[in-house]
């Protein structure tokens, strides 16, 4: 019988976790382990509402003091989890104390990734409300900002940069902005917006050497050019929290892998959230996604099958992101698809796309599309066969072919 959990991290997926515990009527001991000192809050605004001064940092909070002294959820922060000990259910903290679970969530996220060499006064990472309140003050009108990589962070700062007043020039090694992910050809419509917009984007170009200097810094690429800023941002991706979990027998390479139930395969261990490699059987591989809307979904599906509910997750993939005045979304898994259908104006910025393999929806991206896309889900969730001549014609409803299949 479950009678404690314990949570290592204390963001989205732990707060989702607490309170879909509370909710299930789990009245045991929860704790929860954060290696910040500020209760947990949400991550997304940090890049976009709040970034561009939009949002106040109450707003951001998930699981306020007051709400965890009310329904028992212990907070232990600035004390990262070090090490998990399955055969003793406890997890070891850095500060050298214990906290034991019948039950332990890994939900420790990720930290951002850090190219060799780009380091200095004028770097800026962002993964915290510290990281995001000190690069707000520096987005200000006249300020040139140097953006390294151009995915949805990237993008999404730049958004926020360009609303400020500041010049924006971003880099980005591959040959168009989040091509690994959309694919060439709406890879090639996420640069046209970047440029539309007034961002000088440098795709196919590598930062090789770093310098600073007393008026500023100096990005020189591989291909020779060089770049002057006043502050430089650095997107380049996310690494998973691992270390918790080394030496526990769990693989870690690339994330924790788990099964559709969170689970780690070591009795009462569970991973979810960013940390997580969950698999897909769609793909036929374990993925991690950095999302918000996995965060959620994970954070709750461990939480019940602690529980003993036995709640799988197999919901496709979504995210979302605000560039530009612009909705931006995707679902699914675009790979392995073969042909791509579009509904909408492409060049107006007001479409969506579909992914499909053969016939059977696998993925859907769309810019100003929401409610096309919230039905997209649920197409990709059922592996619904659909005529690409219906899907690309604006007279045809997406909701009644979603009825047909129901």
């Excluded at 020189?220 to 080394?246: I, K, Q, R």
């Excluded at 374990?286 to 954070?299: L, M, T």
């Amino acid at each position: 019988m479950i009678e404690s959990v314990v949570v290592a991290g204390a963001g989205q997926t732990a707060a989702v976790a607490a309170r879909t515990l509370r909710r299930r009527g789990f009245d045991g001991r929860i704790t929860l382990v954060g290696a910040e000192h500020d209760a947990p809050y949400q991550r997304p605004p940090l890049s976009k509402e709040y970034l561009a001064g939009e949002q106040d940092r109450d707003e951001l909070s998930l699981l306020t003091p007051d709400w965890c002294e009310c329904n028992g959820v212990e907070l232990r922060l600035g004390a990262a989890a070090a090490a998990i000990r399955p055969a003793e259910r406890s997890l070891e903290l850095a500060d050298g104390t214990t906290v034991r679970g019948d039950a332990v969530l890994i939900a420790t996220g990720g930290r951002p990734r850090r190219p060799p060499g780009l380091d200095g006064d004028r770097v800026r990472y962002l993964r915290t409300i510290a990281d995001a309140d000190r690069l707000r003050a520096e987005l200000r009108p006249g300020a040139r900002v140097v953006v390294v990589g151009a995915g949805f962070i990237g993008c999404e700062v730049a958004s926020a940069a360009i609303d400020r007043g500041a010049h924006v020039t971003i880099v980005e090694q591959a040959g168009r902005p989040l091509g690994h992910v959309l694919g060439d050809p709406m890879g090639d419509v996420m640069a046209a917006m970047l440029r539309a917009n007034g961002v000088d984007l440098r795709t196919g170009e590598k930062v090789e050497r770093y310098a600073e200097t007393a008026s500023g810094a100096v990005l020189t690429t591989a291909g020779g050019t060089s770049l002057e800023a006043d502050v430089v941002v650095v997107g380049a991706g996310m690494v998973p929290n691992v270390e918790p979990v080394t030496g526990a027998g769990i693989d870690t390479a690339g994330g924790i892998p788990v099964d559709a139930y969170c689970r780690t395969g070591v009795d009462g261990v569970y991973a979810a959230g960013d940390v997580a490699r969950q698999w897909q059987p769609r793909l036929g591989r374990h993925v991690r996604a950095e999302h918000f809307d996995n965060a959620n979904a994970q954070g709750m599906a461990a939480a019940k099958n602690i529980l003993g509910l036995n709640t799988p997750h197999t919901a496709p993939p979504w995210f979302w992101s605000d560039q530009f005045g612009h909705g931006v979304q995707h679902a699914g898994h675009a790979d392995g698809t073969d042909r791509l259908v579009v509904r909408g104006r492409v060049e107006d910025f007001d479409f969506i796309a579909f992914y499909l393999s053969g016939d059977v929806l696998r993925a859907a991206f769309a810019i100003d599309r929401g409610g096309d896309l919230a039905i997209a889900r649920q197409l990709i969730a059922c592996d619904a066969a659909l005529a690409s001549d219906v899907l690309r014609d604006e007279d045809a409803d997406l909701t009644d072919l979603f009825d047909a299949l129901s």
